[in-house]
Each structure stands twice: as structure tokens, then as C-alpha cells.
């Protein structure tokens, strides 16, 4: 696991001030409320994906603003060594209690005018997932690299395992973690319209 992680919050302050709006602004395009946008913003939760796509649509922004070095026009390649020396986005993925159960490999930061988000996830383990489930517009796809997954999705909860896959849309509310006590890494490409 690298130690070379990158917390969104500064950045996210930086584009917001950028743009002259308050944390009330953003709250209210979000629907967030003003204390998560304060605690994401100096990195005192670590926020699932859900809050930080709205708070991207909320600036205007790509999701992928949030990690984007440079722009390259042409194709991006992504090597495995380089994936695992560069810097990771670490998220809670919902979890109530805001700790880290994901790491993200992003795998094309420097892609300009992009669509699509794809990662390499890690995920850690935990003996009994305590999360709130999320919803956002878009679709994302899901393979199972290695361990195994538990995806909640609306009232059904699905188990993927190594070479097992799942698509679907995101605007109904999912979560995706660890099935209990098991780590897992996943590829996921997440869709968010702009």
C-alpha cells in the first residue's frame, strides 16, 4: 500500500475560492450540508464518492478536477509501476464512521476533457461495514480483480468475486465495500454526465 496519498479538501477550497463562492453556495447547489463541506474541506472526514461528485457539479468542475495534475490531449497510459508510485485518493466510501476503507489509483488524471473516471481500488477489510448509501448521476462499471465485493444497490445487495463484474446506474442508491472481513481490488469507471 503506498504511502503517497493525496486528501481532496485542499483543493477542493482552492477551486471554490477560485470561484468566489462561499461554503453556503456550494452547500446549497450540493445539498450537502455546510459542516460536511467544512470537515471535507480540511480533511477531517474523508468523503465518499457521492459528496465529492455533487460538490463537483456544484463548482462546475469534472470529478476528475479534484485530482488532475496536467492536461494530455492525446492518450493517457497508465503503467503498473507508475500506478503504484503515484499518488492515491483516499476516500471513506461511506462508511459512518469516516475512516478509510478505500484507496483510489486513478488511472487517467492526465487526460484532458474526459468523461469517464477509471481506478484501481483498494479496498480494506472490515468485520461489520456500518455506511450510508449514495446516489449521483451517471453510471459506473465494476470488476473484481482480486477478493471479494458486496455492492448494495437500491433494496438488492449483489457479491462479486474475483472476475465477477456489475454496471449500473448510479442515480439509485448504492455502496459498494468489502464483503465482511475481506479486502478486495477493484477496476471501476465511473460515468458523471457534464
Do not use: W
Request: net charge negative; with cysteine.
Amino acid at each position: 500500500m503506498s504511502n503517497n496519498h493525496t486528501f481532496v479538501g485542499a483543493k477542493i477550497k482552492g477551486l471554490r475560492e477560485t470561484k468566489n463562492l462561499s461554503i453556503d453556495e456550494i452547500a446549497e447547489r450540493s445539498g450537502l450540508t455546510v459542516d460536511q463541506i467544512n470537515s471535507i474541506e480540511n480533511d477531517v472526514n474523508l468523503p465518499s464518492l457521492g459528496p465529492l461528485i455533487k460538490i463537483a457539479r456544484a463548482l462546475g468542475v469534472r470529478l476528475g478536477t479534484f485530482m488532475d495534475d496536467n492536461d494530455a490531449l492525446g492518450p493517457v497510459v497508465c503503467r503498473a509501476a507508475d500506478r503504484d508510485n503515484n499518488k492515491s485518493i483516499s476516500f471513506s466510501n461511506g462508511a459512518t464512521d469516516a475512516r478509510k476503507h478505500m484507496e483510489y489509483h486513478p488511472l487517467a488524471q492526465q487526460k484532458a476533457g474526459r468523461h469517464m473516471e477509471p481506478f484501481v481500488i483498494d479496498i480494506h477489510p472490515d468485520e461489520a461495514p456500518e455506511f450510508q448509501l449514495s446516489a449521483h448521476e451517471g453510471e459506473e462499471f465494476i470488476f473484481v480483480m482480486q477478493g471479494e465485493v458486496e455492492i448494495v444497490y437500491g433494496k438488492d445487495t449483489y457479491t462479486l468475486k474475483e472476475g465477477d463484474s456489475i454496471f449500473y446506474d448510479s442515480i439509485v442508491n448504492h455502496h459498494v465495500h468489502g464483503a465482511p472481513g475481506k479486502s478486495a481490488k477493484i477496476l471501476a469507471v465511473v460515468y458523471i454526465p457534464f
